[in-house]
């Protein structure tokens, strides 16, 4: 089990993680057709060459999606209740397929929950950087986490 | 082509989105191995049966992702530059497979933008409900959008 209970997170902690991922053209096709979304810029790649991007742009939220994915491991894993929400959402710069995607995390704030007394709640800021150590996405994201039980 | 322009967009218009969606707990398994997302809440019905929620909860990114998905057709569909960012996305209730997913978008904000003198900076409150009525996610999109050429 690799996620960490409330207790085990220390604002100011930075977590690399170690998996990367290389997005291909066909995760864009996937995600988008996957979520209903029909925009060009992501599934033609005939109107995306006419764009100033030149070919066609990663779904934003595939970026975030895989950002957050790539740190569950270390963060999360078996140890929250669920998401509570995003602050602050970011992509910088654009992604296309061929980037490779390196992830990083630190723990922003925490704190207990007033109504849940074995649960507290901690922001992680989620950095997505690609090949080149460029960041193409940042956010908060706010879960509501488990503390560590009692036997263990 | 369904996306408006900037100035086909007017604050406070709300626009409630044709297609809706029902979520299998196949598009969980298959969104949260795309993204790299290992958290047994979503992929381990074992798992997921000893929590609160008595089952796997549906990726909160995956219900963030259709709800723009769905909205793309009345809103940015082929007159966006790209997504700049997302604001105080919330998830103030679960989703499980089996509900459906309806969406409105309202328009929040707009402005020239100060650097592309052909674009505009188009804030949108997406908001996802379930077969209830009751909101699942509401989020705030920030959207690079483009004036209508000058020949239409």
Same mark, same amino acid.
């Given at each position: 089990?690799?996620?960490?209970?409330?207790?085990?997170?220390?604002?100011?902690?930075?977590?690399?993680?170690?998996?990367?991922?290389?997005?291909?053209?066909?995760?864009?096709?996937?995600f988008?057709?996957?979520?209903?979304?029909?925009?060009?810029?992501?599934?033609?790649?005939?109107?995306?060459?006419?764009?100033?991007?030149?070919?066609? &742009?990663?779904?934003?939220?595939? $970026? =975030? /999606?895989?950002? #957050? +994915? &790539?740190?569950?491991?270390?963060? $999360? =894993? /078996?140890?929250? #209740? +669920?998401?509570?929400?995003?602050?602050?959402?970011?992509?910088?710069?654009?992604?296309?397929?061929?980037?490779?995607?390196?992830?990083?995390?630190?723990?922003?704030?925490?704190?207990?929950?007033?109504?849940?007394?074995?649960?507290?709640?901690?922001?992680?800021e989620?950095?997505?950087?690609?090949?080149?150590?460029?960041?193409?996405?940042r956010?908060?994201?706010?879960?509501?986490?488990?503390?560590?039980?009692?036997?263990?």
């Open positions: 089990m690799g996620g960490k209970y409330f207790e085990e997170l220390e604002v100011g902690q930075i977590l690399k993680h170690q998996t990367a991922r290389t997005v291909h053209d066909y995760d864009n096709i996937l988008s057709t996957l979520t209903m979304n029909p925009q060009p810029l992501h599934l033609d790649a005939e109107y995306a060459s006419k764009t100033e991007f030149g070919r066609p &742009l990663v779904n934003s939220l595939f $970026t =975030l /999606g895989l950002a #957050v +994915g &790539l740190s569950v491991q270390d963060t $999360t =894993l /078996g140890t929250t #209740v +669920g998401n509570l929400g995003f602050q602050n959402v970011e992509f910088p710069r654009p992604v296309f397929g061929g980037d490779t995607i390196y992830t990083e995390t630190e723990v922003i704030s925490k704190r207990e929950s007033k109504s849940r007394p074995m649960q507290g709640i901690v922001v992680f989620h950095r997505a950087l690609n090949q080149r150590g460029e960041i193409v996405m956010c908060q994201r706010v879960a509501l986490m488990l503390k560590r039980p009692i036997d263990k």
